[in-house]
């Protein structure tokens, strides 16, 4: 259907119309803003949310139990759902919304073109018809003017008393009349077929032509809203999957919890250790006869024999204070506990001194990891500066690996002596770890039994406190086998040949992202172009480090 043919006199009502779908796209527009605006507070509303019930470093204990992990891996599945929210408000904001922007750009152009177009031949044809009129009156004047001029001739033709000039004159006149009728109608048939012949032209072809403009641009309208329609169902589509694997995360999370685990966690951290105390024996004191009196008497030598469990009694309840009392209070008074406790946690129940030499123990040798990734680096850094003396003083160094050797021998010494106490502690001594641990006799020419290369530092358990998105309290949380972010970019300052296992050559002026900032060892961790990544020396490259969000 067309609407040249079947509107073809409601040229105005076609031009409202039009207007109100591009009014109506407009609405369009502004509902995927508003629709974006919702989305993206929804989504600033659940990370703020996760980021509230991130687990604190004061919270640690808690959250070795399987619920509270289960708890930490739902709202980290809710954090990934929120930003497949921002994905979907980027997308409407980003593609459709500009798509039906410049749609309505366009729209608007094109129609004021094609209106502007009609208007012209409407007001053609009108001129037309109004030099149509004008004809039409002048012929009919000049026609009205010829009769009147025939009857006065006849008339005076008729009367007898009028002199032959004035008939004369009266002839001349209606002659002259007669030629101007006849001239005015001729004028009148040329307009008309002129009038007629643009007529025809105007309601078949010119103007038809004007309304399929207008027909067609209203077509392209409709297609694109119902194409904008369907991209906004593609985008809700698109990330129904990821919102279903967090759910799916969810219900794991929902199945590891375990009950049986947590019990035994609880039992491994609360027990003391102690024996359950015994039946307290039936002291029959009629059978004691006398002894109250010479008990009476003899106070001041010796203990009364009716209460041989009150020493250990008040001894236990001393002991109890000093330790059980801690376990089963606030995180606040543990805090307050540790400063009194003895270096070598005597004053715990057994299996909680044990606990507690253990977690000292993994503590050092911790410690003594990274001071020994801190001695390696400082070597390499100095077989640089032998190899390329312009970089720097090899003998600057020598301080430092001094001071890292001393270091590593407190450390081995406070190693030894924990595991004394853990021995002692099992009833047991163990083996020294003096064979996994360094020993270090001078500056120069020590070097750890087990050396970690930048490739592969010291690996720690797996942390599951890592900060999710913006969490400021994430770097309290242990090292762990964690996936490394992109934290800042840098640039070669010279060249640099690989030579040892895990790390990387470079180029001068070559462009690289740091994955791992320098931890006092000399080296830096990089990601080059091509994705490679390893250690380069932290002299070498100059840094940027981007802003903490």
């Keep these: 259907m ?9 040229y105005d009502n076609v031009g409202v119309h039009t207007q109100k779908g591009i009014d109506f796209c407009e609405k369009f527009t502004h509902f995927l803003k508003e629709r974006s605006a919702v989305e993206l507070e929804y989504a600033r509303n659940l990370k703020k949310l996760v980021k509230n019930f991130q687990p604190k470093k004061r919270e640690e204990d808690e959250y070795q139990f399987t619920w509270a992990k289960g708890f930490v891996d739902m709202i980290k599945e809710v954090h990934d759902i929120a930003g ?5 408000a980027e997308s409407l904001q980003g593609t459709v919304y500009k798509d039906l922007q410049n749609l309505m750009t366009e729209l608007k152009q094109d129609r004021k073109k ?3 177009e009609g208007a012209r031949l409407q007001e053609q044809l009108r001129q037309m018809a109004l030099s149509l009129d004008k004809a039409k009156k002048t012929y009919e004047k000049a026609f009205k003017e010829s009769e009147r001029a025939l009857d006065n001739y006849r008339k005076a033709d008729a009367d007898i008393n009028l002199s032959r000039a004035d008939v004369e004159k009266q002839r001349i006149i209606m002659n002259q009349k007669a030629q101007q009728c006849e001239d005015c109608k001729n004028e009148y048939a040329s307009v008309l077929q002129q009038f007629n012949s643009h007529q025809q032209e105007h309601y078949h072809t010119a103007m038809p032509m004007v309304f399929q403009q207008l027909q067609e641009m209203e077509t392209k309208r409709i297609t694109k809203m119902k194409d904008c329609v369907l991209q906004c169902a593609e985008i809700e589509k698109s990330v129904i999957p990821i919102i279903n694997t967090c759910i799916e995360g969810m219900i794991k999370a ?11 966690l609880v039992i491994d951290k609360y027990k003391s250790g102690f024996p359950i105390p015994q039946d307290v024996p039936f002291e029959d004191l009629s059978n004691m006869g006398g002894m109250v009196d010479n008990q009476n008497n003899s106070t001041s030598n010796k203990q009364t024999p009716s209460n041989p469990m009150k020493p250990s009694t008040v001894s236990s309840k001393q002991k109890k204070r000093g330790g059980l009392f801690g376990l089963f209070g606030s995180s606040k008074i543990i805090g307050l506990l540790v400063d009194d406790q003895k ?3 005597s004053d715990l129940p057994p299996n909680q001194r044990r606990r507690k030499l253990q977690q000292k123990i993994d503590l050092i040798k911790k410690d003594m990891a990274k001071e020994t990734a801190e001695r390696e680096g400082i070597l390499k850094l100095k077989d640089v500066y032998v190899s390329n003396p312009a970089l720097g003083d090899p003998n600057m160094l020598a301080e430092k690996v001094e001071e890292n050797a001393q270091k590593l021998d407190a450390l081995q010494q406070e190693l030894l002596k924990y595991e004394g106490y853990l021995a002692e502690c099992e009833g047991k001594r163990r083996h020294s770890a003096s064979g996994d641990s360094i020993h270090s006799s001078d500056s120069g020419h020590h070097a750890p039994h087990t050396i970690s290369t930048p490739g592969t530092p010291h690996q720690q358990p797996h942390n599951v406190y890592a900060p999710i998105d913006g969490d400021e309290d994430g770097d309290e949380f242990g090292e762990g086998d964690v996936e490394f972010h992109v934290i800042g ?3 070669a300052l010279y060249p640099f040949e690989a030579t040892n296992e895990g790390s990387v050559p470079m180029s001068e002026n070559e462009e690289m992202q740091i994955l791992e900032e320098d931890q006092g060892d000399g080296w830096t961790r990089v990601r080059k ?3 490679t990544e390893g250690f380069v020396p932290s002299s070498y490259v100059q840094c940027h480090y981007l802003t903490s969000d």
């Design 2 to 10: 067309s609407w040249g043919t079947e509107l073809w006199d409601q």
């Design 84 to 88: 497949q929210h921002e994905v979907i």
């Design 114 to 116: 094609h209106l502007q």
């Design 254 to 264: 929902a199945g590891s919890v375990n009950s049986a685990q947590d019990s035994k």
């Design 343 to 345: 270096e070598d946690f």
């Design 489 to 491: 970019t840098c640039r």
């Design 529 to 531: 172009v091509d994705g």
